[in-house]
C-alpha cells in the first residue's frame, strides 16, 4: 500500500473533527485514498511514489510515459510476437528524452530501414518506471492539489452521497484541469 500525501490527522483538524472514533478515522483514510486515486486518474499524475509498467504496440510511437512526474525508468524490454523479452541498455538500444514527460526512444526509431534489404520484426516495448511527487528526483506535491484533496474530502465527510457518488466539486475541477494531461 502506497503512503498517502495527507494522512487521517491532517485532514481531522481541517474537517474540525476532534473524536477518536476509530471507524470515523477509516472512513476519513479511506477518503483520502480514494481522492487521491481519483485525481489522479483525472490529471495522469501520480501523487505518491509508485512503479508502473506499461506496453506500448510497436506503432504507437512516441513512446511518452503515461504518468509524470518521472523519478526513474527502471527497466526496458522489446516484446516479440510470441512474447519473449529481450532488455535494452539505456544510451546503447534506448535513449530517454524530457524532463517531466519521458520519451522513450529505441533504437529501430533511429533508422528508417529499407524493407527491401532487410526484414525487421516488429517488437512491442514494455517500459518500467517509478513516478511520483515528493521524491529527490521530483519536486512536491503542489500545494493546490493538497489542499483540493481536504477540500474535496470535507465536501465528501459532510455530504455522503457525493463520496459514494464520486461527485466532485466544480472549483476542485478547475485546479485538477490545470495538471491534466492531455494525449493526442
Known amino acids: 500500500m ?11 483538524g481541517f474537517l474540525k473533527y476532534e473524536d477518536g472514533d476509530e471507524d470515523e478515522l477509516a472512513l476519513i ?4 485514498s480514494a481522492c487521491r486515486v481519483h485525481f489522479e486518474k483525472i490529471t495522469g499524475l501520480s501523487f505518491v511514489e509508485k512503479t508502473y509498467q506499461c506496453q506500448f504496440r510497436y506503432n504507437d510511437k512516441p ?13 526496458v524490454e522489446t516484446v516479440d510476437y510470441e512474447g519473449e523479452t529481450e532488455e ?6 534506448y535513449w530517454k528524452r524530457g524532463l517531466y514527460e519521458i520519451e ?4 529501430s526509431m533511429a533508422t528508417i530501414p529499407n524493407p527491401f534489404l532487410t526484414f525487421e520484426s516488429k517488437y512491442d516495448l514494455l517500459v518500467e518506471f517509478k513516478a511520483g511527487y ?10 493546490d492539489i493538497e ?5 474535496q474530502v470535507k465536501q465528501w465527510y459532510d ?3 457525493d463520496f459514494y457518488e464520486f461527485k466532485i466539486l466544480g472549483s476542485i475541477e478547475k485546479i485538477l484541469n490545470k495538471y491534466k494531461k492531455y494525449f493526442l
Open 2 to 12: 502506497e503512503t498517502e500525501v495527507l494522512s487521517s490527522s491532517d485532514i481531522a
Open 29 to 32: 483514510d479511506n477518503m483520502i
Open 134 to 143: 515528493g521524491h529527490d528526483d521530483t519536486e512536491d506535491l503542489p500545494k
Open 88 to 93: 535494452l541498455t539505456l544510451n546503447t538500444d
Open 159 to 161: 455530504n455522503r452521497d
Open 63 to 75: 513512446y511518452v510515459l503515461p504518468i509524470s512526474p518521472v523519478i526513474s525508468v527502471d527497466k
Open 147 to 151: 489542499d483540493a484533496i481536504k477540500k
Open 104 to 107: 522513450i526512444i529505441t533504437g
